[in-house]
């Protein structure tokens, strides 16, 4: 199976500023990437390379086995878009809106539009005026308006962004269904989006792709990954590292939310804890293992400077 | 084509989803019914004509067009609008042409809503019909040269009040390039003949042998060939700005 997005070592830079550092990568259908990155990492500018919004310094994009810069009409039909903070043409209703994206992408009106706005909820406001909608609405006609004509790949800049829980919720729900059967690329500073809805991570810094791996994966470059989660009733937290780092036997203990994090340093050291605070009859009051933390990979990486 | 005819047809369900169409229609026909009567002395100069409806036209469009037209790319440029429009499967040229149309077709249905001058001079005499159609097509393509500038214009920035104003300026220079104001400036040092070429460029020149009912094979590739040549411009700016 040929790769829906290939990206051959694209670098962008504008005069000096290099915003786009010699980026690889390929995404293939059922891919659901989520770019991670602070601001200015990036991000926006990687995307707007790949929809053929802005043109790389060096490198080349292939969409659906196409050369993008060659071929960007034909290439823009594969593509559903939604740049950053979803523009759209205030002055106009939402269905005279959508309308006229179906009559540019040429696909006919009745037989694509109607499901657009059932699977979104647009009934309702069809008929209103676009600035008129609220935030959560006007997020949905841009999702509308980058799904009419059904794309194989689908990139989304901060999707969620300004939404309510409620509404987050749904967009991700939505992303999710349609990652099964599309590529999807999505940028966000969200970490947990990406914990819930993707099933790659790529985080991004100064231009640079730092990390290309799932989710799941990168959580085990955190450095407290597989750490020992412990509290209990009878001391404070404090009061309890103290104690076992006393006995001298893990790597190291932190604090992290009125939690011990205990390191170990073999898999042996769990029961000898267990049997430890079972010994001193301590009441248990919390007791897991670290699955890693998506914020602390993050820092860990990006806060190089 | 078909994509072109969508552009065009957003573009002028915006102007009418926004007082913008409104407002410039009523300031056009009122202006120019003002100027006509009290500054061109209508009534006074006793001939059946509209010359002096038409002499105005030129003054009219240089502060009205750019109104028009300072929004058409900056608005894009600054809500973002322009990555979702340059990001579809369409060409820059179907956009500035749809754009252009659409700028074209409004300033059409204003100059249509002058119809009421036609009647009146109608009524009171016997104008020459055929130099008063000659005049409205003149009048029209000229205003085509006005909005092709100001899109071009509107296109290299988000600014809209940079957009007008720079307009107007290169707008009026083209106006007035036959005047002495310009033309004294170049005879000095230029030559004659460099001085016939800028004054060949001036709008009041070539409208005024139209509205006097000559449509002229010169005239009307001048202002066809200044319209393609600022669409051009803009295409190329558009897709420069990718780089």
Same mark, same amino acid.
């Given at each position: ?105 040429? %696909? @006919?009106? #009745?037989? =694509? /539009?109607?499901? &657009? ?5 647009? *009934?309702?406001?069809? +008929? ?124 190291? %203990? @932190?604090? #992290?939310? =009125? /939690?011990?994090? &205990? ?5 042996? *050291?769990?029961?000898? +804890? ?32 | ?243």
């Amino acid at each position: 199976m040929t790769a829906l997005v290939e990206v051959n070592n694209i670098s962008k830079s504008f005069e000096s500023f290099l915003a786009v550092d010699d980026i690889n990568f390929s995404l293939e259908k059922g891919e659901v990437l989520g770019f991670l990155g602070p601001n200015g990492a990036g991000k926006t500018t990687t995307m707007r390379i790949l929809t053929g919004f802005l043109k790389p310094t060096s490198g080349n994009i292939k969409i659906n086995g196409l050369d993008l810069f060659k071929n960007l009409k034909k290439t823009r039909e594969f593509i559903g878009y939604v740049p950053e903070g979803s523009p759209l043409y205030n002055e106009m209703t939402t269905i005279d809106f959508l309308s006229f994206i179906c009559e540019i992408r040429n %696909i @006919d009106k #009745d037989q =694509n /539009l109607g499901k &657009i706005i059932k699977l979104l909820n647009l *009934d309702e406001v069809l +008929l209103q005026k676009i600035d008129t909608l609220s935030k959560g609405f006007k997020r949905r006609v841009g999702l509308a308006q980058a799904l009419v004509h059904d794309p194989k790949i689908l990139i989304l800049d901060e999707p969620t962004d300004g939404l309510d829980p409620n509404q987050k919720h749904e967009v991700r729900k939505l992303i999710k269904k349609l990652g099964k059967e599309k590529s999807i690329i999505i940028s966000t500073h969200i970490l947990e989006e990406v914990k819930a809805i993707c099933n790659r991570t790529m985080i991004l810094s100064n231009g640079k792709l730092l990390i290309d791996d799932t989710p799941t994966n990168v959580l085990k470059k955190s450095r407290s990954y597989n750490n020992l989660l412990v509290s209990v009733y009878d001391k404070s937290a404090n009061e309890l590292k103290k104690e076992l780092e006393a006995l001298n036997n893990f790597k190291y %203990i @932190d604090i #992290d939310n =009125n /939690l011990c994090s &205990i390191k170990l340093k073999s898999t042996s *050291d769990a029961s000898f +804890l267990s049997n430890y605070l079972l010994k001193k009859k301590y009441a248990i009051k919390h007791y897991s293992i670290n699955k890693g933390q998506l914020d602390e990979v993050f820092r860990q990486l990006t806060n190089t400077v | 084509m078909r994509q072109f005819l969508s552009i065009t047809k957003r573009e002028l369900i915006s102007y009418f989803a926004t007082p913008v169409a409104y407002v410039f229609i009523t300031i056009f026909l009122l202006l120019s019914g003002l100027f006509t009567f009290y500054l061109g002395n209508f009534f006074e100069i006793g001939q059946a004509s509209l010359g002096s409806f038409f002499e105005w036209h030129p003054w009219l469009y240089l502060f009205l067009v750019p109104a028009i037209t300072m929004r058409l790319w900056s608005e894009e440029k600054k809500s973002g609008t322009i990555e979702l429009l340059t990001t579809l499967p369409v060409s820059t040229l179907n956009i500035v042409l749809g754009k252009f149309m659409a700028a074209w077709l409004f300033t059409l249905l204003a100059l249509i809503l002058t119809f009421p001058m036609w009647i009146t001079v109608n009524y009171l005499g016997n104008p020459d019909n055929g130099v008063i159609m000659a005049s409205y097509i003149g009048s029209l393509l000229m205003s085509g040269g006005y909005l092709s500038i100001g899109i071009f214009i509107s296109s290299l920035t988000k600014n809209q009040v940079i957009a007008f104003i720079v307009s107007v300026t290169v707008c009026f220079l083209f106006t007035v390039s036959g005047l002495p104001i310009v033309l004294d400036f170049f005879t000095n040092w230029a030559g004659e003949a460099i001085t016939d070429v800028i004054a060949s460029f001036s709008f009041l020149a070539n409208y005024s042998d139209i509205s006097r009912g000559i449509i002229d094979l010169r005239t009307l590739i001048y202002f066809l060939s200044l319209i393609i040549l600022f669409l051009y411009l803009n295409v190329i700016t558009l897709d420069n700005s990718r780089n």
